[in-house]
């Protein structure tokens, strides 16, 4: 299995606070994506990353933003949470663009109350 | 929407039977590859097909794609079920960085 892990698994929030989700990849791939999954919609990309600080916008970026300091790490941060980000959030990483295979994290939980 | 659409939304079938699912997009493509997602758990790549070609095997994995048509099938034969999950198909459009994932086909089989 690749060494993708998210944290946290669970949290539950109330609307207006921050919060930032953790993304830790041992492989060493170059991009990292933040995907959203909800009933109906599937999987919709928010942010994604092609190197250390260089990041680009998804689909449904509007409320998100991201952060990249580290190849092994990416950041996913919701200024002021609302109920509308009640979501699963999963990162996934690639070796390679266009792109090849993405390997999955076990994916991320939030609830905003 | 640059999602792929899946068909059926579900499907249920006896062990044993085979399973079909198509995933039709909208966008000229590099590859379309299938994720499977068991309950609760990130998706698994199961099998990536490229443009230019029409037909991949893996296992008990047969995808057809069909660029004109804009579609593919994902077949599992002699199912599991171990095989019961949603099954995503994912575009690589051209010229992007990303995969567009469509809404996805819950298969469930019974023993």
């Known amino acids: 299995d690749a060494g993708i892990t998210q944290s946290p698994r669970h949290k539950v929030t109330e609307t207006g606070t921050p919060v930032t989700l953790r993304c830790h990849q041992t492989e060493n791939h170059r991009y990292m994506y933040w995907y959203r999954q909800d009933p109906g919609h599937g999987l919709r990309l928010i942010h994604y990353?092609?190197?250390?600080?260089?990041?680009d916008k998804g689909e449904v970026s509007d409320g998100y933003s991201v952060s990249r300091s580290k190849t092994e790490d990416f950041l996913l941060t919701l200024e002021s949470a609302t109920s509308s980000q009640t979501s699963v959030y999963f990162c996934a990483i690639s070796e390679t663009g266009s792109p090849g295979e993405l390997f999955f994290g076990e994916g991320s939980r939030l609830t905003v109350l | 929407s640059q999602q792929g659409e899946e068909d059926p939304q579900a499907l249920s079938i006896q062990e044993g039977e085979n399973a079909t699912m198509n995933c039709s997009y909208k966008?000229?493509?590099?590859?379309l590859q299938w994720y499977r997602q068991n309950s609760g758990r990130g998706l698994v790549h199961l099998i990536l097909?490229?443009?230019?070609?029409r037909e991949k095997h893996s296992g008990r994995l047969r995808v057809t794609l069909d660029t004109s048509k804009k579609s593919s099938s994902l077949l599992i034969t002699a199912s599991r079920a171990a095989d019961t999950a949603s099954y995503f198909c994912?575009?690589?459009?051209?010229?992007?960085?990303?995969?567009?994932f469509g809404t996805g086909t819950r298969l469930t089989v019974i023993p």
């Open positions: 990353s092609y190197g250390v600080k260089d990041t």
């Open positions: 966008t000229s493509i590099n590859n």
């Open positions: 097909i490229r443009s230019n070609e």
């Open positions: 994912a575009t690589a459009q051209t010229g992007a960085n990303n995969l567009f």
